[in-house]
């Protein structure tokens, strides 16, 4: 993943204010250029034994190669969930304006 220059992390979590207090610790600690906050969504899955349905919020990050472990990491210790969602995808291309910005925000100097 490192020969690109933007990730899309993805996580869901149980609300809006959950939600909202992850995405602002993301970009507060410039682990995450941007946090979208999708609307609600329906998560059916299995969990401790039994098939789960319940109401979650998707939270899209937008974040850089060379930010991924400490954002694994603070996810691990700050999400809400025993076991959280992280799936990470490399971005191949996008406007030039956008991974500029973005670069420049998470730019651990």
Same mark, same amino acid.
């Given at each position: 993943?490192?020969?690109?220059? @933007?990730?899309? *992390? =993805?996580?869901?979590? *149980?609300?809006? $204010? !959950?939600?909202?207090? @992850? *995405?602002?610790?993301?970009?507060? *600690?410039?682990?995450? $250029?941007?946090?979208?906050? %999708?609307?609600?969504?329906?998560?059916? &899955?299995?969990?401790?034994?039994?098939?789960?349905? !319940?109401?979650?919020?998707?939270?899209?990050?937008?974040?850089?190669?060379?930010?991924?472990?400490?954002?694994?990491?603070?996810?691990?210790? =700050?999400?809400? &969930? !025993?076991?959280?969602?992280?799936?990470?995808?490399?971005?191949?291309? %996008? $406007?030039?304006?956008?991974?500029?910005?973005?670069?420049?925000?998470?730019?651990? !100097?």
């Amino acid at each position: 993943m490192s020969s690109c220059r @933007l990730l899309l *992390a =993805q996580t869901t979590c *149980a609300d809006e $204010a !959950d939600a909202e207090r @992850l *995405a602002r610790a993301l970009v507060e *600690a410039r682990l995450a $250029a941007c946090v979208s906050i %999708g609307a609600p969504t329906r998560s059916i &899955y299995p969990w401790k034994g039994r098939i789960e349905v !319940d109401e979650e919020r998707v939270l899209s990050i937008k974040t850089a190669p060379s930010r991924v472990e400490e954002l694994k990491r603070f996810i691990s210790e =700050q999400h809400e &969930y !025993d076991v959280p969602e992280l799936l990470i995808s490399p971005v191949t291309d %996008g $406007a030039e304006a956008y991974l500029e910005w973005a670069e420049e925000w998470m730019r651990n !100097d």
